[in-house]
């Protein structure tokens, strides 16, 4: 397994950016795929967006599509999330989470097929 660490959450205005940033330990990260979830208060943790190893597959739920975006850079061993156009419904703790099995990125919603997770990074968009 990896440990996870997510930073860069914040407050921020209705049509601000920011970015996320996920940093794993593990030499072997970059054989991970991974994901991003949120959770608001009194909600299910939903899925926002996947990336496989490399990066060159991605997949996002369709409220956030168009707006937000998930990269990777494993040198870094970091996995970003650019979130675009904020609205006041994207306020909610986001998570990341990584798993080594090959599943595409498409299958990768579901919280019950990533072994590591992240404590949380709180984004909090006023209107």
């Known amino acids: 397994q990896v440990q996870l660490v997510e930073s860069g959450g914040g407050l921020v205005q209705a049509g601000g950016s920011l970015r996320l940033s996920c940093a794993a330990s593990?030499?072997?990260?970059?054989?991970?795929?991974v994901g991003w979830f949120r959770q608001a208060p009194g909600k299910e943790r939903e899925f926002v967006a996947s990336?496989?190893?490399?990066?060159?597959?991605?997949y996002y739920a369709d409220s956030v599509k168009g707006r937000f975006t998930i990269s990777r850079d494993n040198a870094k061993n970091t996995v970003y999330l650019q979130m675009n156009s904020l609205k006041p419904e994207d306020t909610a703790v986001y998570y990341c989470a990584a798993t080594s099995a090959s599943y595409p990125t498409e299958i990768l919603t579901r919280t019950t097929l990533y072994s590591s997770w992240g404590q949380g990074t709180q984004v909090t968009v006023s209107s």
């Open positions: 990336i496989n190893w490399s990066g060159r597959s991605t």
């Open positions: 593990g030499r072997t990260f970059n054989s991970y795929r």
